[in-house]
């Protein structure tokens, strides 16, 4: 099933009642399901979050919601976790405040430059998108978010080439 804005809400409400009796967690969540809060139309498969593993109290209740819900076992991971930004700070901003669950989503600028990292096709689209939201348009100025939040030893010709592709798309894509 794939999540939109409203699916999103409803599952992190099932997450926090399955969450019962547990310690209080605190999510960030990335990708395409921090698009969607964002971008009304975005829908997304999963819900990537910045976390460096899960309690077993918290992979049980996501594994429980998966089935109840008819999502896959993996609809919420911490796949992001390999590109989390170790030198950009993120503005968090709640999203969701649950009894037992906070859900928050970082600054634009964060998501952006974990897309540019990844740089894979399917990201180009959310890749324009947050370009637009954050008026960072130019190829100079995306390599310079991507360099504060990672390295300039990272930048590789791939990323270089899906950041021209940002460039030329930007202010010709309907997005």
Same mark, same amino acid.
């Given at each position: 099933?794939?999540?939109?804005?409203?699916?999103?809400?409803?599952?992190?409400?099932?997450?926090?009642?399955?969450?019962?009796?547990?310690?209080?967690?605190?999510? =960030?969540?990335?990708?395409?399901?921090?698009?969607?809060?964002?971008? #009304? $139309?975005? +829908?997304?498969?999963?819900? $990537?979050?910045?976390? $460096?593993?899960?309690? #077993?109290? =918290?992979?049980?209740?996501?594994?429980?919601?998966?089935?109840?819900?008819?999502?896959?076992?993996?609809?919420?991971?911490?796949?992001?976790?390999?590109?989390?930004?170790?030198?950009?700070?993120? !503005? +968090?901003? *709640?999203?969701? #405040?649950?009894? !037992? =669950?906070?859900?928050?989503?970082?600054?634009?600028?964060?998501?952006?430059?974990?897309?540019?990292?990844?740089? *894979?096709?399917?990201?180009?689209?959310?890749?324009?998108?947050?370009? *637009?939201?954050?008026?960072?348009?130019?190829?100079?100025? =995306?390599? *310079?978010?991507?360099?504060?939040?990672?390295?300039?030893?990272?930048?590789?010709? $791939?990323?270089?080439?899906?950041?021209?592709?940002?460039?030329? #798309?930007?202010?010709?894509?309907?997005?």
């Amino acid at each position: 099933m794939q999540l939109g804005q409203k699916e999103l809400l409803e599952v992190f409400t099932h997450l926090d009642e399955e969450l019962d009796g547990c310690p209080y967690s605190e999510i =960030l969540v990335a990708g395409g399901a921090a698009i969607a809060f964002w971008w #009304n $139309d975005k +829908r997304t498969w999963d819900v $990537d979050v910045v976390v $460096d593993g899960f309690p #077993n109290y =918290l992979s049980d209740a996501i594994e429980i919601v998966a089935e109840r819900q008819a999502l896959h076992l993996r609809w919420m991971n911490n796949a992001a976790i390999g590109i989390r930004l170790p030198t950009l700070s993120t !503005n +968090r901003t *709640r999203i969701f #405040n649950g009894r !037992n =669950l906070a859900i928050f989503l970082p600054d634009k600028q964060y998501v952006l430059a974990m897309k540019l990292y990844a740089h *894979r096709d399917k990201d180009l689209e959310d890749a324009i998108f947050l370009a *637009r939201e954050t008026k960072t348009m130019i190829a100079e100025e =995306l390599e *310079r978010l991507f360099n504060k939040a990672y390295s300039s030893q990272l930048l590789s010709d $791939d990323i270089k080439d899906f950041i021209v592709a940002i460039e030329e #798309n930007v202010e010709t894509s309907g997005i």
